[in-house]
């Protein structure tokens, strides 16, 4: 090989290396170059690209068609899915699994439940009809007797089931259902306070704790209920109440009465049995409308008496027992006078007053027979004995007695306790005598030593 030849080799090889210099540059700057490519958006938003729409479809719609298989209930697709077209380097092009995981991650899916109403307000999302009618079914079921002929069984609320889409965590079980419906509401109620009324009576009336009202009453000693006072009471309410009509014939008794044959044979206060009675029976139609177990309503649609029921007959004594009086009074209690007989704030004052702590014993003034025990106006609990020969006496203001009418008592005899009853300004036992219905100072009877 002559030098020309090997010279012109060397040119050959330094073109096929500039050559291969040159594309490779080309290529280089070609890769840098920005790509055509198709962003995917959610809801507006960029989460990935791909080189293709064709692969941006597929892959959404393989995402969602496993989403749908795999789910526990039946979903749907919330989020809007659109594509553009863009550029980006090279480097920035996503791979099919690294789309599928963006799409994942940003996709939101609701599920298709059925939205329980009461009155307009949700109660609860059941994943099916079935499942809430169920539910609705065994609230009716609680309140049902299947001893007893239902008429109707209805909701007191207006019950609605409607479709609706949710986020899946808002479905709810029955037993969570169940559970919301046994634990009840708090509907917040106010009382007024009657006389009479403790926290014991009120917590008792309304099936409540007392230390339910002390929360509900913070600011308020509810040891110190005031009448007219106005309280908070916080009553478990049921979500749903369910009405219920009841067709019954029940045997019922028809009591018997008592009457009462007033006779000479026995003495005023004796009583005897003359016929003892029985009561008699019926068969009663009713039909009876309760609110969650609760009777609301009776109403009687027949009635049949099958066996008439016998009065009982007491006889009652008329004849008054002969009075064998001394004539001469004893002080009816311990104490002072204080009041005397005769003209007092322009009436007269029938009697004395004798100044006594309440309860103390009130003895009978002389041998009598009880024809009087109960109240007077203005005298309160009172006695009043009959000693004979027109002579009467009254003990009154009264707390209590030891007496019936009829009763005879001897003289000392304790027939009532002193008190503070009918028209009094404290504490004192009212002593009267009176002769033929005329009042008598009774300190002309009395030694009061």
């Known amino acids: 090989m002559n030098i020309n030849n090997l010279k ?56 969602i068609a496993t989403t749908i298989e795999n789910a526990p209930y039946e979903v749907v697709s919330k989020s809007e899915v659109t594509y553009e077209p863009a550029r980006v380097d090279n480097d920035e092009i996503m791979g099919k699994e690294a789309l599928a995981e963006a799409l994942e991650a940003s996709l939101v899916f609701n599920v298709k439940g059925q939205q329980l109403t009461i009155d307009g307000a949700p109660y609860g999302t059941f994943a099916s009809d079935k499942e809430a009618e169920e539910f609705l079914t065994a609230v009716k079921r609680q309140f049902l007797n299947e001893s007893e002929e239902i008429v109707s069984s209805e909701f007191v609320e207006t019950i609605a089931i409607e479709a609706v889409e949710v986020p899946q965590e808002e479905i709810v079980s029955f037993d969570d259902a169940w559970s919301r419906f046994e634990g009840g509401k708090d509907e917040l109620m106010t009382y007024k306070i009657e006389p009479g009324d403790t926290t014991w009576d009120i917590a008792s009336k309304f099936d409540m704790y007392v230390s339910d009202i002390a929360a509900a009453n913070p600011e308020i000693d509810i040891d110190l209920l005031q009448i007219g006072q106005v309280i908070n009471l916080n009553i478990p309410m049921s979500y749903i109440n369910v009405r219920t009509k009841t067709h019954e014939v029940v045997e019922e008794d028809i009591i018997n009465q008592t009457i009462y044959e007033k006779t000479d044979t026995l003495y005023v206060g004796e009583s ?108 309160g609990k009172a006695v009043i004995l009959d000693h004979g020969n027109g002579r009467t006496t009254l003990y009154g203001h009264l707390s209590g007695y030891a007496v019936q009418v009829g009763q005879s008592v001897p003289k000392g005899t304790v027939v009532a306790y002193s008190g503070a009853t009918g028209n009094v300004t404290g504490p004192c036992l009212h002593f009267e005598v009176r002769e033929n219905g005329t009042p008598i100072d009774p300190l002309k009877y009395i030694d009061l030593n």
């Open 8 to 63: 012109t080799m060397d040119m050959k090889t330094k073109a096929i290396i500039a050559g291969v210099v040159l594309v490779i540059g080309v290529t280089a700057y070609v890769q840098q170059l920005p790509k055509n490519v198709v962003n995917v958006l959610v809801d507006g938003a960029v989460v990935g690209n791909t080189s293709s729409e064709a692969i941006a479809l597929k892959t959404v719609d393989e995402l």
């Open 272 to 379: 005897k049995l003359k016929t003892e009675g029985t009561n008699g029976k019926k068969m009663v139609e009713l039909e009876r409308t309760a609110i969650n177990g609760v009777l609301e309503d009776q109403v009687v649609l027949s009635e049949e008496v099958i066996e008439e029921p016998v009065a009982t007959v007491i006889l009652s004594g008329s004849k008054w027992r002969e009075v064998a009086s001394t004539g001469e009074f004893i002080k009816p209690t311990s104490g002072t006078i204080t009041s005397r007989f005769g003209m007092r704030w322009g009436r007269l004052h029938a009697g004395i007053d004798i100044g006594t702590a309440i309860g103390t014993p009130v003895k009978a003034a002389d041998n009598g027979i009880v024809t009087k025990v109960g109240y007077i106006s203005g005298y």
